[in-house]
């Protein structure tokens, strides 16, 4: 039984064509006529007799250096003698489009796509004039391969490639923030964490801001209009803009949201999010699990196609694509899925509630920026209603706090061992300092590596990661514990001086709460209960007598101990000791000094 294959006629099928886009671009170029300048089109990637006609009259008057504004290009088709085919009425239609510039290259992309398919249409039809009744016109088959050529000319010539110097490098545009120094303009972010850690609330938080164009978390915005995609519950939705509106006032007018369903897989999706979404602005997807049903998150394969829809959002707008998603089973490892998205991303911010019920927000990867910052924030709850039973229905509002200091965040294993040889080092000693070698054979005593340059070389990386992030000072090889320095992440003097904490009182020579003089500087404020200390400086305390205060001397055998006003724990800049409590060393360059400085 012979089976007849269905065929299709390319000749009585037409043209593919966009005249929609094809009066857009129209219409953006007599709304702005500077936009020919650098345009990549020509006559020919117009189908619609009309437009092809509108377009020539345009590139007419550009080659003599006069705008293609309403008025001239009617005045170039009545010079031309075709205003019989394109009447100023239909000229007129076109402007009152009113297309926006930054619409033109989605356009402009489309006609290309459809003169390149016309092409290869007429190669199709030439190639089977060149066979008909099997001989083989040459004419014909020379025309086919010319189109074809023309349809894929990089496969002819190559991708020509532009070549830039130095100088073209240090002249191109700078990044631009949208969150300064945490979010790009323009690139693709991820909110992720675990489930419950308050993820929407702080979206909508961040969302507001940039909308509002007011800081966050402490950080400048740069206010733009932001689209928020919300897959969640509506309920949820409207509960947590009940609670932001009674605590904030009105909602922005530049947030504006789609809770219908939308599918990252779908190509119309993708583009109906294009067309909709305001241009230059922020695109919020929450959550990406609802907008990629089905998908293997794990999959290489899968997580590139929605990072490629995701870009093809980004660059469509030309803003900024925020996903909200989750953390795997291991929340240590991040972001639930491929590694290929982390890679892809221009940053990331973390969401985590601990195990106490603090929440922070962490910035893990911040391209162009400064990464590992950390923030502590509360859900406020607030009522927004009354149930059918007359009890209150709730929601929460995001209360940022201050930064967490590097030195009080989750220390990793490694760093963990460290401190905790440190801490049965200074068990040991009997005291809040060691010396370098004490420290070492404490570490070296419980560590697995197999070798001694192995453990050497993480007790060097431990040693130095726990002074990098303030847990300990070094002066001389010896390392205390009980004094936290102020490493720059959160609030502090504004001199970058040290922050000293750990008993609980105001430190010698700085003010409450966070304020510091500086070297030699007189203090501002008065201490309060523990002794007023405004009007004076180091100097101008009165000598306390060794023996009636009972203090331990410097190790150094320094002389002259002075009484503080309030209780203080200092570092001996020789020795590294401790200093003890009501007492310090004032020898120049042998005592701290009230802002911390050695």
Same mark, same amino acid.
């Given at each position: ?196 850690? =308050?993820? *929407?609330? $702080?979206?909508?938080? !961040?969302?507001?801001? &940039? ?6 978390? +402490?950080?400048? @915005? ?114 639930? =899925?491929? *590694?290929? $998205?982390?890679?892809? !991303?221009?940053?990331? &911010? ?6 106490? +019920?603090?929440? @922070? ?134 001199? +970058? ?102």
């Amino acid at each position: 039984m012979s089976r007849t294959r269905k065929t299709v006629d390319p000749i009585a099928t037409p043209m593919p064509s966009a005249p929609d886009s094809e009066a857009s671009a129209l219409g953006a170029i007599l709304a702005k006529p500077s936009l020919l300048e650098g345009l990549d089109l020509t006559s020919t990637h117009f189908h619609e007799p009309k437009h092809e006609m509108v377009f020539r009259a345009m590139l007419t008057l550009f080659k003599r250096g006069e705008s293609a504004s309403l008025v001239n290009v009617n005045a170039e088709l009545v010079r031309l003698g075709k205003t019989d085919e394109v009447s100023p009425v239909f000229t007129a239609g076109l402007a009152a489009r009113q297309e926006p510039a930054y619409d033109l290259p989605v356009h402009v992309a489309i006609l290309k796509s459809m003169a390149q398919t016309r092409t290869a249409r007429t190669a199709a039809l030439d190639l089977l004039v060149a066979t008909d009744n099997g001989t083989c016109n040459s004419e014909a088959l020379d025309r086919a391969v010319k189109a074809l050529t023309d349809v894929r000319p990089s496969q002819a010539a190559g991708h020509r490639f532009q070549i830039l110097s130095g100088d073209d490098i240090l002249n191109l545009p700078r990044a631009q923030w949208r969150v300064k120094g945490i979010l790009p303009e323009a690139g693709l972010v991820v909110i992720y964490g675990p489930s419950k850690a =308050g993820k *929407s609330f $702080l979206t909508l938080e !961040l969302a507001t801001a &940039i909308a509002q164009g007011r800081e966050w978390f +402490g950080y400048k @915005t740069l206010a733009a209009s932001v689209l928020y995609i919300n897959l969640e519950s509506n309920w949820g939705l409207q509960g947590r803009l009940t609670a932001w509106q009674q605590v904030n006032g009105g909602l922005p007018a530049e947030l504006q949201f789609i809770t219908e369903s939308f599918n990252l897989q779908d190509a119309d999706h993708v583009k109906g999010i294009i067309q909709a979404a305001p241009k230059n602005g922020v695109i919020i997807i929450d959550t990406l699990n609802r907008a990629s049903p089905g998908m293997d998150e794990n999959s290489s394969r899968d997580m590139s196609l929605l990072i490629a829809a995701a870009g093809d959002i980004q660059r469509g707008t030309g803003g900024l694509v925020i996903l909200v998603s989750h953390t795997g089973k291991d929340t240590k490892k991040g972001i639930r =899925g491929h *590694s290929s $998205l982390f890679a892809a !991303l221009d940053a990331c &911010i973390e969401v985590d509630q601990g195990a106490d +019920g603090s929440r @922070t927000v962490r910035l893990p990867k911040v391209k162009e920026g400064a990464d590992g910052a950390c923030y502590r924030f509360e859900l406020t709850q607030v009522v927004i209603g009354r149930d059918a039973d007359g009890e209150d229905v709730t929601s929460c509002v995001v209360e940022p706090g201050e930064a967490q200091r590097k030195s009080d965040r989750p220390l990793t294993p490694a760093l963990q061992y460290a401190w905790d040889s440190f801490q049965v080092a200074c068990a040991e000693e009997d005291s809040d300092s060691v010396h370098l070698e004490v420290w070492r054979q404490a570490f070296y005593a419980g560590h697995t590596g197999e070798t001694v340059n192995a453990k050497k070389k993480a007790f060097q990386r431990g040693r130095d990661g726990l002074v990098r992030i303030g847990r300990v000072l070094v002066i001389n090889d010896t390392y205390n514990g009980s004094v936290r320095v102020n490493t720059g992440s959160g609030p502090g003097c504004p001199g +970058g001086h040290f922050k000293w904490v750990g008993t609980g009182h105001t430190p010698l020579g700085v003010t409450r709460p966070t304020r510091c003089p500086g070297p030699g500087k007189e203090e501002e404020e008065n201490l309060g209960e523990e002794g007023n200390f405004a009007e004076k400086t180091n100097a101008e305390v009165a000598p306390f007598p060794l023996e009636a205060s009972g203090a331990v001397l410097c190790i150094n055998g320094c002389p002259d101990w002075r009484d503080g006003p309030t209780w203080t724990v200092g570092m001996c800049a020789r020795s590294g000791r401790s200093l003890t409590r009501k007492s310090r060393c004032d020898l120049a360059g042998c005592g701290a000094t009230a802002d911390g400085v050695i």
